[in-house]
């Protein structure tokens, strides 16, 4: 399975993508708050989202899978 992991904990503030949406390597894909601090997630692998495990104002940890790829 390709995923978009979270890479630390805190809480997902913007989630930038929907399901079927086909995105590059390198993509904006959501938006953690830990710590008073916006960090953007980036996406490793190029794909189509297939699932989007997490929603907005949801807490999640280090490594926690935020979305499922279908690699192209």
Do not use: C, W, Y
């Not at 805190?10 to 959501?30: D, K, N, P, R």
């Not at 601090?37 to 996406?43: F, G, K, L, S």
């Amino acid at each position: 399975m390709n995923a978009v992991i979270s890479p630390m904990a805190g809480v997902v503030m913007a989630i930038l993508v929907s399901e079927g949406q086909t995105i590059a390597a390198g993509s904006h894909v959501a938006t953690l708050e830990s710590m008073k601090m916006e960090i953007p997630v980036i996406a490793e692998v190029s794909g189509s989202v297939s699932t989007i495990r997490v929603a907005e104002g949801e807490t999640v940890n280090q490594d926690d899978v935020l979305f499922e790829l279908a690699v192209d």
